[in-house]
């Protein structure tokens, strides 16, 4: 018979006599921060923590100050059975799954604006995003305390604008990339792509190739404005939206870029259906 090791809390006081039990003992604590609906993605992050750390905690918040007032906050997946079950066969010590008013306490007035790299793309589209999760990130950081946080490439300015956080705010620990999770087809995974219609999931994987595509066109020495506009054609053929953005950009600072060159990386976001979907990859050097 298996022994259950996954403890649950849901309130900030469990949650700190719990971390700082371990801490006393000297144990190094990992910490993975999701909005749950668990995914092969999420696990690759949390095999890594549990690869590197004596404790791994992970907490499943939909943060509600990071979606916009049309966004999908109320329609969020939330499976938190599946995701405990999940949680518990990877070996994760503490599972944090507070309501809003633990993150959120009343009177709550704090935010964690974040500059420049928060600012185009994701920042641009979706106003208000970033402050949002580095708000949430702040929090969860500071009642967690952990030495090590895990972030997936997928999110990759999401990724720059933590590492930004914690290096500003001078927070006592390291923040961990880990490589982006794809089905066989492609499609980076995701939370979201569980609103895709079986025709629109068939679709999906063109995003990743178009970047593939792109990503080859720039390292062959072809210059980006033509090579962005045949992917844009090819996907809204295909039936995506026009790009909210897709960009060439150094992968350190975001500042835009004309051609390949060491650090540059593609990003895009379109919305297939009603689906957003992101993704982003590097250019190989020629
Ligand atoms: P989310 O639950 O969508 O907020 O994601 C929680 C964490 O999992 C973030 O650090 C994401 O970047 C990461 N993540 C989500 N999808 C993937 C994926 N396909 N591969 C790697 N990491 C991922």
């Not at 700190?16 to 999701?34: E, H, M």
């Not at 792109?214 to 039936?239: K, N, T, Y």
């Not at 060491?262 to 379109?270: C, D, N, S, V, Y």
Request: proline share 7%; net charge neutral; charged share 25%.
């Amino acid at each position: 018979m298996e022994v259950s090791t996954l403890v649950l809390a849901r309130t900030r006081a469990e949650l700190r006599d719990r971390v700082a039990a371990w801490r006393r003992q000297g144990q190094l604590i990992g910490f993975v921060p999701t909005m749950g609906a668990l995914h092969q993605g999420h696990a690759a992050l949390v095999r890594r923590a549990r690869a590197e750390c004596d404790r791994v905690v992970v907490s499943i918040f939909v943060n509600p100050t990071q979606f916009g007032p049309n966004e999908d906050f109320d329609r969020y997946p939330r499976t938190e059975d599946a995701d405990r079950a999940l949680l518990e066969s990877l070996g994760v010590d503490l599972l944090f799954a507070p309501p809003v008013r633990e993150i959120y306490p009343p009177g709550d007035s704090t935010r964690v604006v974040v500059g420049s790299v928060a600012e185009p793309m994701e920042g641009e589209r979706r106003p208000g995003f970033f402050t949002g999760v580095a708000t949430v990130c702040t929090r969860l950081f500071a009642l967690v305390s952990p030495d090590r946080a895990y972030f997936g490439e997928k999110d990759w300015q999401q990724l720059l604008v933590v590492r930004r956080l914690v290096e500003d705010l001078g927070l006592p620990l390291t923040i961990e990339a880990v490589a982006t999770v794809r089905e066989a087809d492609g499609l980076a995974l995701s939370s979201r792509n569980a609103y895709l219609s079986p025709a629109e999931r068939a679709v999906a994987p063109l995003l990743h190739r178009c970047l593939v595509e792109a990503a080859e066109a720039l390292r062959a020495g072809e210059p980006f404005p033509p090579v962005r506009e045949r992917a844009v054609q090819r996907l809204v053929r295909s039936g995506f939206a026009a790009p909210d953005y897709l960009d060439l950009r150094d992968e350190g600072t975001l500042v835009p870029l004309a051609a390949a060159r060491p650090g540059a990386r593609l990003f895009i976001a379109a919305r297939l259906g009603a689906t957003r979907l992101i993704d982003n990859l590097a250019v190989p050097l020629g």
